[in-house]
């Protein structure tokens, strides 16, 4: 059977019912335009993915429901399968749920809506609760998993998880409802490797079931969170079909050739049987419509976007996550705090690319231990950035500061108080700055930094979005001679000043200061910290990698002594697996030290 499917890589936002549900239905006009017989959207497409506590407000619930019929309405002739949610309290969603129905929580759900008509929904049901999700708090879990009948096609349709688990869902509709064409849903975020490893789970699916597969994505930022878009198209042998962009809104529109139901556990029946699989009923679903095939004046379509580096991964996802977080939050414009280091460099051409150089303020602070470099090559990179630059010098207010405090620091040596003044100083600039035009406030602490605290509290800490928040610093300057070096077709051309990208990196809070001073060097501070933070390796774990023990110790002790500061930290996107925050949830108070 010929299907002609289109899938929307959607950038929702959250909350936003009424955008979000004009464009779903803008999207499935374009989809019958092109004649398509089925258009899928992502998971939570209708109120945006994650809406966390939003969940827990019957109105919002109630707001949710109403926006069904309305796109209903715009599904003549066509198959719509929407990612929303549904409440479990109303009577019509208790065959949905099977049996132990909670009133209390709703379900994640998939909307499918055929020739103008409601049909009945499926409802995820494996529902993640690590790392950043937590949706066992929020949802409760689906208990059947119904088997739709399109024509002679059967479609199975599920959320997400549900498709990672070898007997989840998709492997049920397979092998005891005869799904030829799994379409599963997604608010998938990205994280480094995470394209690769989906990719290959989804093809083991296919293989392992001997279906097809329609993995449709969301894209966009929200929070801290970027998704990262990739859907795609399988045949049953687990080869890539077709693969929409990576971190752009998309229409995907194929043209599927799916073989005849296929022989094993299903037996086919005049009835709607529904078959027992591990504790989960497999309804068949009629949906009494059929497309209709060849489409007259309209050829036939397939696309494979190529697959990209792991460097431009990640400087598009970083570029992504700013864009959104300042378009969706209604940001105009951002400041930037330009040093003349490797890290504001990159923040600040990162804030270019997402908003456009008339949008972003750099503004230098020097101070009496400012060298002559940083001054010139923070000149050098706004001009080649193009970028309003300003310049604040705060030596006369740390001195008023300095003779303020003379008589409380009497007979006391210069330590880092004399530094952190200076980084506060600078922090509050900034934020007047924001508070007079509306600007936003963009921090430029790496992930080395913040991870062993080696930042200030309300100093250079102070702003309202972390941009490499999660990126080390060994990875800040490969994205920075990565985009130095860009010659495609996503960005201009732009370099950082060759300085900048060569020299030993300091605070000039003091004299002759380099980063050295405090901590070990970057590649080794990156990889105990790979092994701790992300990895949850203990010291002697990681003393056994070849590592110093004293270093390990002291490392692994700043990392748990500035928890407090995290906690204090802005909200920063995530790009490793496990980042700093909902991913690492560490008590501030906490007395235990890992050994063994």
């Given at each position: 059977m010929m299907l002609r499917l289109a899938m929307v890589q959607m950038n929702a936002v959250v909350g936003d019912l009424e955008g979000n549900t004009r464009t779903i239905c803008g999207w499935i006009r374009e989809a019958k335009k092109a004649k398509a017989d089925v258009v899928v959207f992502p998971e939570l497409a209708v109120c945006g993915y994650p809406p966390e506590d939003l969940l827990l407000m019957p109105q919002f619930l109630f707001n949710i429901s109403r926006m069904r019929d309305r796109i209903a309405k715009v599904t003549k002739g066509i198959m719509a399968v929407v990612g929303s949610v549904i409440e479990s309290d109303r009577p019509a969603q208790h065959s949905i749920l099977g049996s132990g129905l909670d009133r209390r929580k709703p379900l994640n759900a998939a909307w499918v809506l055929v020739d103008g008509q409601v049909k009945r929904s499926y409802a995820k049901s494996k529902l993640p609760n690590y790392g950043v999700f937590d949706e066992e708090r929020y949802f409760q879990p689906g208990r059947t998993s119904p088997v739709y009948c399109l024509g002679p096609l059967r479609i199975g349709i599920n959320i997400c998880e549900d498709i990672w688990f070898a007997?989840?869902?998709?492997?049920?509709?397979?092998?005891?409802?005869?799904?030829?064409?799994?379409?599963?849903?997604?608010?998938?975020?990205?994280?480094?490797?995470?394209?690769?490893?989906?990719?290959?789970?989804?093809?083991?699916?296919?293989?392992?079931?001997?279906?097809?597969?329609?993995?449709?994505?969301?894209?966009?930022?929200?929070?801290?969170?970027?998704?990262?878009?990739?859907?795609?198209?399988?045949?049953?042998?687990?080869?890539?079909?077709?693969?929409?962009?990576?971190?752009?809104?998309?229409?995907?529109?194929?043209?599927?050739?799916?073989?005849?139901?296929?022989?094993?556990?299903?037996?086919?029946?005049?009835?709607?049987?529904?078959?027992?699989?591990?504790?989960?009923?497999?309804?068949?679903?009629?949906?009494?419509?059929?497309?209709?095939?060849?489409?007259?004046?309209?050829?036939?379509?397939?696309?494979?976007?190529?697959?990209?580096?792991?460097?431009?991964?990640?400087?598009?996802?970083?570029?992504?996550?700013?864009?959104?977080?300042?378009?969706?939050?209604?940001?105009?414009?951002?400041?930037?705090?330009?040093?003349?280091?490797?890290?504001?460099?990159?923040?600040?051409?990162?804030?270019?690319?997402?908003?456009?150089?008339?949008?972003?303020?750099?503004?230098?602070?020097?101070?009496?231990?400012?060298?002559?470099?940083?001054?010139?090559?923070?000149?050098?990179?706004?001009?080649?950035?193009?970028?309003?630059?300003?310049?604040?010098?705060?030596?006369?207010?740390?001195?008023?500061?300095?003779?303020?405090?003379?008589?409380?620091?009497?007979?006391?040596?210069?330590?880092?108080?004399?530094?952190?003044?200076?980084?506060?100083?600078?922090?509050?600039?900034?934020?007047?700055?924001?508070?007079?035009?509306?600007?936003?406030?963009?921090?430029?602490?790496?992930?080395?930094?913040?991870?062993?605290?080696?930042?200030?509290?309300?100093?250079?800490?102070?702003?309202?979005?972390?941009?490499?928040?999660?990126?080390?610093?060994?990875?800040?300057?490969?994205?920075?001679?990565?985009?130095?070096?860009?010659?495609?077709?996503?960005?201009?051309?732009?370099?950082?000043?060759?300085?900048?990208?060569?020299?030993?990196?300091?605070?000039?809070?003091?004299?002759?200061?380099?980063?050295?001073?405090a901590l070990p060097p970057y590649p080794m501070l990156d990889a105990i910290l790979q092994a701790y933070v992300e990895d949850n390796e203990s010291m002697n774990r990681i003393v056994k990698m070849g590592y110093d023990s004293h270093v390990v110790r002291m490392v692994m002790g700043m990392v748990d002594r500035s928890e407090y500061k995290r906690r204090q930290a802005p909200v920063g996107i995530k790009i490793t697996s496990r980042a700093l925050g909902k991913d690492r949830r560490m008590p501030i108070t906490n007395r235990y030290v890992s050994g063994d």
């Amino acid at each position: 059977m010929m299907l002609r499917l289109a899938m929307v890589q959607m950038n929702a936002v959250v909350g936003d019912l009424e955008g979000n549900t004009r464009t779903i239905c803008g999207w499935i006009r374009e989809a019958k335009k092109a004649k398509a017989d089925v258009v899928v959207f992502p998971e939570l497409a209708v109120c945006g993915y994650p809406p966390e506590d939003l969940l827990l407000m019957p109105q919002f619930l109630f707001n949710i429901s109403r926006m069904r019929d309305r796109i209903a309405k715009v599904t003549k002739g066509i198959m719509a399968v929407v990612g929303s949610v549904i409440e479990s309290d109303r009577p019509a969603q208790h065959s949905i749920l099977g049996s132990g129905l909670d009133r209390r929580k709703p379900l994640n759900a998939a909307w499918v809506l055929v020739d103008g008509q409601v049909k009945r929904s499926y409802a995820k049901s494996k529902l993640p609760n690590y790392g950043v999700f937590d949706e066992e708090r929020y949802f409760q879990p689906g208990r059947t998993s119904p088997v739709y009948c399109l024509g002679p096609l059967r479609i199975g349709i599920n959320i997400c998880e549900d498709i990672w688990f070898a007997n989840g869902p998709a492997s049920q509709q397979a092998a005891y409802g005869g799904a030829q064409l799994i379409l599963n849903i997604n608010a998938s975020p990205y994280h480094i490797g995470k394209t690769q490893s989906r990719e290959h789970m989804l093809a083991v699916r296919a293989k392992a079931n001997n279906v097809m597969v329609s993995y449709t994505n969301m894209v966009g930022g929200q929070d801290e969170l970027v998704f990262d878009g990739n859907s795609l198209v399988m045949d049953s042998t687990g080869r890539i079909l077709a693969r929409a962009k990576a971190f752009k809104e998309d229409f995907l529109l194929t043209d599927l050739n799916i073989p005849s139901i296929r022989k094993g556990k299903f037996k086919r029946s005049g009835k709607e049987p529904e078959f027992d699989a591990d504790e989960v009923r497999i309804p068949m679903i009629r949906m009494g419509w059929t497309p209709t095939w060849p489409k007259s004046g309209v050829p036939s379509v397939i696309r494979l976007t190529p697959v990209i580096g792991e460097m431009e991964e990640i400087y598009r996802a970083l570029v992504l996550g700013v864009q959104d977080y300042v378009r969706k939050n209604a940001f105009s414009r951002v400041l930037v705090g330009i040093s003349g280091g490797i890290d504001s460099a990159l923040t600040a051409l990162i804030a270019r690319d997402a908003l456009g150089a008339s949008n972003v303020m750099g503004v230098m602070m020097p101070s009496p231990y400012t060298s002559k470099e940083s001054r010139e090559d923070a000149r050098r990179l706004g001009k080649k950035l193009g970028i309003d630059m300003r310049s604040l010098s705060i030596s006369g207010v740390f001195k008023t500061f300095l003779r303020v405090l003379g008589k409380s620091f009497h007979g006391c040596q210069a330590d880092t108080t004399e530094e952190n003044l200076q980084a506060r100083i600078r922090g509050t600039l900034l934020m007047a700055l924001s508070n007079k035009f509306g600007y936003l406030v963009l921090t430029t602490g790496n992930k080395s930094e913040m991870s062993v605290g080696y930042a200030t509290l309300y100093g250079d800490m102070a702003g309202g979005f972390a941009v490499i928040k999660d990126i080390p610093k060994t990875k800040v300057y490969q994205l920075s001679r990565w985009r130095s070096e860009y010659r495609g077709s996503c960005f201009d051309r732009v370099i950082i000043p060759e300085r900048i990208q060569v020299r030993a990196p300091s605070a000039e809070l003091r004299p002759d200061q380099t980063d050295q001073d405090a901590l070990p060097p970057y590649p080794m501070l990156d990889a105990i910290l790979q092994a701790y933070v992300e990895d949850n390796e203990s010291m002697n774990r990681i003393v056994k990698m070849g590592y110093d023990s004293h270093v390990v110790r002291m490392v692994m002790g700043m990392v748990d002594r500035s928890e407090y500061k995290r906690r204090q930290a802005p909200v920063g996107i995530k790009i490793t697996s496990r980042a700093l925050g909902k991913d690492r949830r560490m008590p501030i108070t906490n007395r235990y030290v890992s050994g063994d």
